[in-house]
């Protein structure tokens, strides 16, 4: 097996099992809100797939096609956490101030995990452990492209969108998802090194940055 998968296969899968653990938060929170929420969750499996089992990717993964198997699963997870955020919001639209406060809790629990590992946390060491666990398609889509890059900002500029169809065949504008991701950044970024922080210079242009 490890003739076909490498150390970016694992990195893939290891981002994919992060975001379910965020799935779960936001199914528990509609599964105190949502009626009939045991149907619901059916209906998105159906759609999407079910979450990864409690397995080793060498037992799981399809050998001949490792790309498209990975592939299939990021957008498997992004499908149903935009179909959930969808009932959820559907249902009340104030509640994405409790999904806000769910994607801040995991931010911070995420940067708890990752400076374990470090000792002097610098902007690059921010931003490289914070693409350890978001989503952004396959490396292959290059949807970032470093604009700068040092210990104390790196800046990046944001050069396609891969979520826009997936949040948006859920009937839930980007935009959300964008802002919940915001969330979610920035909490990483404070939790790791207070000195830091994240910014967005525009719609396109993001930084993490020593503060003044």
Same mark, same amino acid.
């Given at each position: 097996m490890s003739l076909f998968l490498g150390k970016i296969h694992y990195w893939l899968f290891n981002k994919v099992l992060w975001f379910e653990g965020l799935e779960d938060k936001v199914i528990e929170f509609s599964k105190a809100k949502i009626a009939d929420v045991d149907n619901l969750e059916n209906q998105i499996n159906l759609k999407y797939g079910k979450k990864l089992t409690n397995k080793n990717l060498e037992e799981i993964i399809d050998t001949s096609n490792i790309h498209g198997w990975l592939q299939s699963k990021i957008h498997s997870a992004e499908g149903r956490m935009a179909a959930w @955020? #969808?009932?959820?919001?559907? %249902?009340?639209? &104030?509640? !994405?101030? +409790?999904? $806000? $406060? !769910? =994607? @801040? &809790?995991?931010g911070i629990n995420a940067a708890k995990e990752a400076k374990v590992k470090l000792t002097n946390v610098t902007a690059e060491d921010i931003f490289n452990s914070m693409n350890d666990y978001i989503l952004d398609g396959m490396p292959c889509d290059r949807v970032n492209e470093i604009? @700068? #890059?040092n210990n104390e900002i790196v800046e990046w500029k944001r050069r396609i969108c891969v979520h826009k169809e997936i949040w948006e065949n859920e009937g839930v504008p980007v935009e959300i998802f964008y802002d919940l991701r915001n969330q979610w950044i920035?909490?990483?970024?404070? +939790?790791?090194? $207070? %000195? =830091? +922080?994240y910014i967005e210079l525009d719609n396109d242009i993001k930084a993490i940055r020593k503060r003044s």
């Open positions: @955020t #969808s009932a959820i919001l559907n %249902d009340n639209n &104030e509640y !994405i101030s +409790e999904l $806000k $406060k !769910i =994607y @801040t &809790e995991q604009i @700068t #890059s920035s909490a990483f970024v404070n +939790e790791m090194n $207070k %000195d =830091y +922080e």
